[in-house]
């Protein structure tokens, strides 16, 4: 079973719509979650974190983890066709002194 | 504050060549990581330091791949030789040990290789 499983996509929303990229991890020991955007020939670039159960809101963004379900999402709500990017999700696997383990990444792009 | 730096950008080499890569982490900053991204997949970390102590090095093939930091400060990472397999995009990240922020790893630009 993979650590970190994201639907690879593309993913495709029409401008203005929520995006919703999804994640889910195989370590319950994991604390720490990240959700990074990565332009095509750039390196990855932090939007969000999420430590705790529940929802986490930043601007557009809202970030969403489940322990219980070892699931966590990413909510991009009114979508600009510069969202268009692939997304990361990223795991702190438990006890592993801060060792990120990535996904695939989901490719989504938001038509104007 | 100034980002992570990373050199060369770009560098075409033929295989069984050597190759090294060079990463100034952001000032302060104790932890240092490669990766290797190859296209299509997320980053593989190769090795993590802490200061200039090797933290994981679990998945960094040792046969070819050597890394150093010395003074806990900038890190080489040297392919030698280089195989086709190991045409990709390396990057370096960094973190503090700051509480809060302990976990979040900033990158650098990256090094993209072909291998020919």
């Known amino acids: 079973q993979k650590e970190v499983e994201q639907n690879s996509g593309p993913l495709s929303v029409p401008e203005g719509a929520i995006a919703s990229l999804n994640c889910t991890y195989s370590?319950?020991?994991?604390?720490?979650f990240f959700w990074y955007r990565q332009y095509s020939g750039k390196s990855p670039e932090l939007i969000m974190f999420i430590y705790s159960n529940g929802d986490k809101e930043d601007g557009r963004f809202t970030a969403q983890l489940n322990k219980a379900s070892q699931y966590v999402s990413l909510l991009i709500r009114d979508s600009q066709p510069s969202d268009s990017a692939t997304y990361l999700c990223?795991?702190?696997?438990?006890?592993?002194?801060?060792?990120?383990?990535f996904g695939k990444g989901t490719l989504l792009t938001v038509n104007p | 504050e100034a980002g992570v730096a990373q050199s060369p950008r770009y560098k075409i080499i033929e295989k069984r060549q050597s190759v090294a890569f060079w990463c100034n982490p952001i000032s302060g900053h104790a932890t240092l990581y490669w990766y290797q991204q190859i296209l299509g997949q997320g980053p593989k970390l190769l090795i993590q330091?802490?200061?200039?102590?090797?933290?994981?090095d679990s998945q960094l093939p040792k046969d070819r791949f050597s890394a150093e930091r010395l003074k806990g400060v900038d890190s080489t990472l040297k392919i030698q030789p280089a195989k086709l397999e190991d045409s990709a995009v390396y990057l370096c990240a960094s973190s503090s040990l700051r509480t809060g922020d302990r976990d979040t790893q900033y990158f650098g630009p990256g090094t993209r290789l072909t291998v020919l």
């Open positions: 990223a795991v702190v696997i438990g006890g592993s002194n801060y060792k990120l383990t």
């Open positions: 330091f802490q200061n200039n102590g090797v933290v994981d």
């Open positions: 370590d319950r020991g994991s604390q720490s």
